[in-house]
């Protein structure tokens, strides 16, 4: 009889929608050959040991985007599976400075991009986002952004 492998336990993620003042997000492209080809998707990724889902989020933002935020809105979170509690937590961060990409081997042909929020919820909707998170926060932030306007 053998052992099960050590699986690491699910743990929690953050994705965020960066908006700068002109409107424009943050938006990673890159090849995911596992999938059929190039895909769009938020800077985003899986929580740390002692992080809070925010720190998890400031630090995905800096290392995928280059991007530092004052501003920090959180958007909600669900359940990545109903059989993990794991969960993704989305944020709106706003206030942006921007530097440098700081990726790890595994991120590096992460391509940075800006779009008009309506045409990366445009982009979503013709299925060119790899992850359910993205377009989830993107459609949040519009909907958070457009009432601020009223």
Known sequence: MTDAPDREPPRDASVIVARDTNGMVAVLTAAFPQHGGDY???PGGRREPGETPEQCARRELREEAGVTATAWRPLGAYAITLHSPAR???YLAENLTHGP????PSEENFKLTWWPLPDAIQAATESRFLLQ???L???LAQQAT???KN
């Open 137 to 139: 926060a993107l459609l």
């Open 133 to 135: 998170g993205g377009p």
């Open 101 to 104: 990409q700081q990726l790890t």
């Open 88 to 90: 993704i937590h989305l």
């Open 40 to 42: 769009l998707f938020l």
């Open 146 to 148: 457009s009432t601020d």
